[in-house]
């Protein structure tokens, strides 16, 4: 790689983001530059937008990129920017595409044999990443995600860097336990991805680490100690400027302040994440704020703000078609109707709470 993309990779490693980004508008002026090094520059800037959870514009980058990658012949970089475009695609709920992009990254792979064993063997993993982390485990096939985490890992470990390394141990370490319910297990490999993120400086994978334990303490009932990784997960992922990572943390701090019993705390910190998913989230990630904060609402007994959230979460709900976001929906409303004290409104409540248990079981 170029030595400038070097010194721009640097930065987007230590978060230095504006310095990165001057680097490669730099390098995007030049008009001498080499066709291969024009597509590095914008997989470093796929990089960014990633790591500032900006999915929209990183579907455009990437494919803008893997266009550019089709002039330089069958080619490893074209891997790269197929596996950024089914991330961003996965991470904005448009599933429809994913599984023909991966399998069209794994044919590309599979006829460049004759590239280094090194690089050929880091993009191997790349799509054992995104099958897992972001296929598998995003369709609840926790079975075949934890089998391409392993993959994941293991190739990692013979010729993955120190990153790529820290990151197969943190994520493994998350299917192990949202997935299997494997905590010990899970914990082993997290911490050691933590230590391997501190000893090279990376302040992004130590956030993911943070999240990750203040996940697990929170599924084990150790609320007090999960909300100060949380907290710790959120001052690094603030100085990164991602909202999406940010709406997530204060999501499940309000899950735990909610079990807690701390409800006003539970509020502010949902209401600040709802306002984070309409600045970057899709209407998914939106339409489950609006259910969270309406629950929250409802046992705080302010029927009138539940009910007002409620109509914005059926104008959601009316512009995606998704069977589970329209079950948040029908239980909400029936939440708020049970709250009535007229007959007629708890008698419609029962009559949703029976459909949703209908679509359910078909």
Known sequence: MNEELIRAEKFIKDGKYNNALEIIRNFEKRVEQNPQDNVACHLLECEILYQQGLFEDLLKIAEKTYDESLRLGPNLLSVDTLM?????????????????????????????????QTDYKRCEALIAHTKGNYFYFGKNDVNQAVEQFEHNLTLQEKFGTKEDLATAYIHLGWVLNIGKGKRDQASKFVNLGLDLAKEIDNKFIIGQAYFNMATSLHLKGELLKSIHFYEESLTIFKDFGNNYLLANCLNNLADVYNQRGELSQALMCIEKSLKLRYKTGTLRDQAMGHDFLIKILIEMGDLDRAQHFLHDFEQLNNQLVDSQVNAWYLFDKALILKKSLRSRSRVKAEDLLKQILEMRIS
């Open 84 to 116: 950024w475009k089914a991330r961003a695609l996965i991470f904005l709920f448009k599933m429809s595409k994913v599984s023909d992009i991966i399998k069209q990254g794994e044919e590309l792979l599979e006829s460049l044999t004759q590239e280094i």
